[in-house]
């Protein structure tokens, strides 16, 4: 856990706001015949223009690609109907944000995205100094699972910080019955991820991308927290 000092949340409240800005931008750009990496490359561009430093590379991930795609300069991938993984980090002095959304371009899958996003919703009610973090799986779990739908349960939700976009403590998509609990000054990405089928994904050889398990389609959806002891703030609130 870092300091939360002044100019840590002025950096992170920056950063927030340009990693809103740029995924709000990349949701207005992606529309049916539009190649995959023209998108990506459009919001390398805005986040470069706005002033912000990559925390990594804008992804997009495809159907069954649960996240963590980041394409080759030359792929070929065209957006059609799929259900589409939008995933972008912004870092201003080193502080890192990290937000991400679901669209389904075919309009087949509305509830699946509609969990995802409920999902969220629940688990940032609770993000106050104190939660245990196993409580914030399971109120993601309940709403997931409500629709009939799984978490799934090897991508998690994160700590994040300065220069670091993965770090302790992990926040589950389902109960572990985890006891430690939230503190005041840490800042986390709490990040549903949403399967059809099977509860776990698949790790590429590239020892990154996640594929589900039965093919099936997956969603995403990601906010940037700080804890404070008057509550959460949502430092990429614009999604």
Same mark, same amino acid.
């Given at each position: 856990?870092?300091?939360?000092?002044?100019?840590?949340?002025?950096?992170?409240?920056?950063?927030? $706001?340009? &990693?809103? +800005? #740029? %995924?709000?931008?990349?949701?207005?750009? *992606?529309? /049916? @015949?539009?190649?995959?990496?023209?998108?990506?490359?459009?919001?390398?561009?805005?986040?470069?223009?706005?002033?912000?430093?990559?925390?990594?590379?804008?992804?997009?991930?495809?159907?069954?690609?649960?996240?963590?795609?980041?394409?080759?300069?030359?792929?070929?991938?065209?957006?059609?109907?799929?259900?589409?993984?939008?995933?972008?980090?912004?870092?201003?002095?080193?502080?890192?944000?990290?937000?991400?959304?679901?669209?389904?371009?075919?309009?087949?899958?509305?509830?699946?995205? $509609?969990? &995802?996003? +409920? #999902? %969220?919703?629940?688990?940032?009610?609770? *993000?106050? /100094? @104190?939660?245990?973090?196993?409580?914030?799986?399971?109120?993601?779990?309940?709403?997931?699972?409500?629709?009939?739908?799984?978490?799934?349960?090897?991508?998690?939700?994160?700590?994040?910080?300065?220069?670091?976009?993965?770090?302790?403590?992990?926040?589950?998509?389902?109960?572990?019955?985890?006891?430690?609990?939230?503190?005041?000054?840490?800042?986390?990405?709490?990040?549903?991820?949403?399967?059809?089928?099977?509860?776990?994904?698949?790790?590429?050889?590239?020892?990154?991308?996640?594929?589900?398990?039965?093919?099936?389609?997956?969603?995403?959806?990601?906010?940037?927290?700080?804890?404070?002891?008057?509550?959460?703030?949502?430092?990429?609130?614009?999604?």
């Amino acid at each position: 856990m870092i300091e939360l000092t002044q100019e840590a949340i002025d950096s992170f409240k920056k950063a927030g $706001k340009l &990693s809103a +800005e #740029a %995924l709000q931008y990349g949701k207005s750009i *992606i529309k /049916p @015949g539009v190649k995959v990496i023209d998108v990506l490359d459009k919001i390398e561009e805005k986040i470069k223009l706005m002033g912000g430093d990559f925390a990594f590379p804008p992804q997009i991930s495809l159907n069954e690609v649960a996240a963590h795609n980041c394409p080759d300069a030359g792929d070929a991938a065209i957006l059609q109907d799929q259900v589409i993984k939008l995933d972008v980090g912004v870092a201003i002095g080193g502080y890192v944000t990290d937000n991400a959304l679901t669209i389904d371009l075919g309009g087949k899958y509305t509830d699946l995205v $509609k969990a &995802s996003r +409920e #999902a %969220l919703d629940a688990a940032l009610k609770l *993000i106050v /100094p @104190g939660t245990p973090i196993g409580q914030i799986g399971k109120a993601i779990q309940e709403v997931i699972q409500s629709y009939g739908y799984s978490p799934v349960r090897n991508l998690s939700g994160h700590g994040i910080g300065q220069f670091k976009v993965h770090m302790s403590p992990g926040i589950p998509n389902f109960d572990t019955g985890e006891k430690n609990t939230l503190k005041d000054g840490m800042t986390i990405a709490i990040e549903p991820f949403v399967a059809m089928g099977k509860r776990f994904s698949n790790v590429n050889p590239d020892g990154w991308t996640a594929v589900t398990r039965d093919g099936l389609p997956a969603c995403q959806v990601e906010h940037t927290i700080a804890i404070t002891e008057t509550g959460p703030m949502v430092l990429t609130g614009q999604n």
